[in-house]
């Protein structure tokens, strides 16, 4: 047989020959407009096309062993692009979570969903529901879907929450506080990976990700695939992480 250097590469099925993926990947979803422009099509265009990429990666999310895969679908401050983007973006999470909830027993997929869903409309409203009730039977990769999504937003109800708890704890531990927020009981991220060339975190996880691994790529979402997913891997791999500690 011809030697092949690389020939491994054909053969596995994990993103990393010895090393367990990351628990949990953050991943903010940004670039699709972008994508859309650059290819003459409405915007619209670049959202489905980043629907599509989600499916694929939180497919491959699944069969590498990945727990938790976090991403960030709309945030607070979308709310201010034209009424008919966000429209549109908002039909095509409809559009994503009605063929979910068919294929979800066979995928085995848990979701919950991070943010105020209670302004979305009462079509999107019963879909979320039934997501998560449907969820509750499987033990596969959890994908928490972050709609309408604020991390300050996030940060200042729990803190209203627990000030408005009868049972909540006189010490408010980093713990304690964890409880309340819309993450309760999912482990901090470990990667969180942002394509589209922008390096800030446009009020994404601000509490959860105090210690996350960044990994920035120029490429736009809907060209990001399981190879880029095994680079940031790759990358997140050869970090050393420190939590303070001395090296
Ligand atoms: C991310 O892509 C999707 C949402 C914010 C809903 P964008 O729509 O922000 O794409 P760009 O950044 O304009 O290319
Ligand atoms: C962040 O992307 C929000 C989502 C991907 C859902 P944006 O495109 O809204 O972020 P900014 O405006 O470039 O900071
Ligand atoms: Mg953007």
């Not at 973006?89 to 979701?111: F, G, N």
């Amino acid at each position: 047989m011809k030697f092949n250097p690389f020939g491994w590469r054909k053969r596995r099925k994990t993103a990393s020959v010895d090393a367990p993926p990351p628990r949990h990947i953050a991943i903010i979803m940004d670039g699709n407009g972008r994508w859309a422009r650059r290819r003459g099509m409405p915007r619209t265009t670049g959202h489905a096309a980043g629907a599509e990429t989600f499916r694929r990666v939180a497919t491959y999310c699944k069969n590498i062993g990945v727990e938790y895969l976090t991403v960030y679908a709309f945030s607070t401050e979308n709310w201010k692009r034209p009424a008919d983007e966000v429209s549109s973006i908002l039909q095509i999470l409809e559009k994503y979570l009605a063929e979910a909830i068919s294929t979800m027993e066979r995928d085995r997929v848990k979701m919950r969903f991070f943010g105020d869903t209670t302004v979305l409309s009462s079509k999107l409203q019963q879909l979320i529901r039934e997501t998560e009730e449907l969820s509750t039977q499987f033990d596969g990769v959890q994908v928490n879907m972050c709609v309408n999504y604020g991390g300050r937003d996030e940060i200042l109800r729990a803190a209203q929450a627990y000030r408005a708890d009868p049972d909540a704890p006189t010490l408010l531990t980093d713990a304690a506080f964890s409880r309340y927020l819309w993450s309760s009981g999912v482990p901090d991220p470990d990667l969180l990976i942002r394509p589209g060339g922008e390096m800030r975190l446009s009020n994404f996880l601000l509490w959860q990700a105090a210690y996350a691994e960044f990994y920035f790529t120029d490429t736009l979402w809907p060209d990001f695939d399981e190879r880029e997913l095994d680079r940031a891997i790759a990358a997140y791999h050869a970090r050393e992480r420190r939590y303070g500690d001395v090296n």
